[in-house]
T-cell receptor
Framework: GAVVSQHPSRVICKSGTSVKIECRSLDFQATTMFWYRQFPKQSLMLMATSNEGSKATYEQGVEKDKFLINHASLTLSTLTVTSAHPEDSSFYIC????????????FGPGTRLTVL | AQSVSQHNHHVILSEAASLELGCNYSYGGTVNLFWYVQYPGQHLQLLLKYFSGDPLVKGIKGFEAEFIKSKFSFNLRKPSVQWSDTAEYFCAVAKAGNTGKLIFGQGTTLQVKP
């Protein structure tokens, strides 16, 4: 199956700093990628849709100025958590469809963010 | 708004026992349905999916799920579980044709005792 990677796998940062998380499709191109957030013992919540060559679309309640998304190429989307606070600590997961228009998403391994 | 409810949060079974995990969704239109599994330390993997056709869907590793439209349900089953099935299971729903935007259930932790 298709492979999606994320980097870093875990990051610890101080409150007020910014953190960038990368999501890469390793063996396919993805014009669209998706970012999810997972709180401990809870489900995944869709945050935003990352679109190559255009602005990301955010789900209701997600602050676009706090969670900056850039889809720089057909294999890379980045999520930057700006001015991070402890409440931003979470598990961030990206996904991408192997082929545009198909319905099967391939998920990255996730990034554990801890904000002190 | 769409929502997904998984009835069992934590299930403990012995090997060879049968498994059924409940999933109900709330959405009035046409949906696509998924079950994902997350093994310890690994990323989410697709177990099976339903788009249309036969409501009984067979997936990998002996899992199957049945879509019952009248009950808005998509329960996951396996006749005989193995220790290696220990994992977190997520039911997910998406509006047909827009399946990148998945709505996930809360997840069910399955622990299989050897």
């Amino acid at each position: 199956g298709a492979v999606v990677s994320q980097h870093p796998s875990r990051v610890i940062c101080k409150s007020g700093t910014s953190v960038k998380i990368e999501c890469r499709s390793l063996d396919f191109q993805a014009t669209t990628m998706f970012w999810y957030r997972q709180f401990p013992k809870q489900s995944l919540m869709l945050m935003a849709t990352s679109n190559e060559g255009s602005k990301a679309t955010y789900e209701q309640g997600v602050e676009k100025d706090k969670f900056l998304i850039n889809h720089a190429s057909l294999t890379l989307s980045t999520l930057t958590v700006t001015s991070a606070h402890p409440e931003d600590s979470s598990f961030y997961i990206c996904s991408a469809p192997q082929r545009a228009g198909t319905d099967t998403q391939y998920f990255g391994p996730g990034t554990r963010l801890t904000v002190l | 708004a769409q929502s997904v409810s998984q009835h069992n949060h934590h299930v403990i079974l012995s090997e060879a026992a049968s498994l059924e995990l409940g999933c109900n969704y709330s959405y009035g239109g046409t949906v696509n349905l998924f079950w994902y599994v997350q093994y310890p330390g690994q990323h989410l993997q697709l177990l099976l999916k339903y788009f249309s056709g036969d409501p009984l869907v067979k997936g990998i590793k002996g899992f199957e799920a049945e879509f019952i439209k009248s009950k808005f349900s998509f329960n996951l089953r396996k006749p005989s579980v193995q220790w290696s099935d220990t994992a977190e299971y997520f039911c997910a729903v998406a509006k047909a044709g827009n399946t990148g935007k998945l709505i996930f259930g809360q997840g069910t932790t399955l622990q299989v005792k050897p």
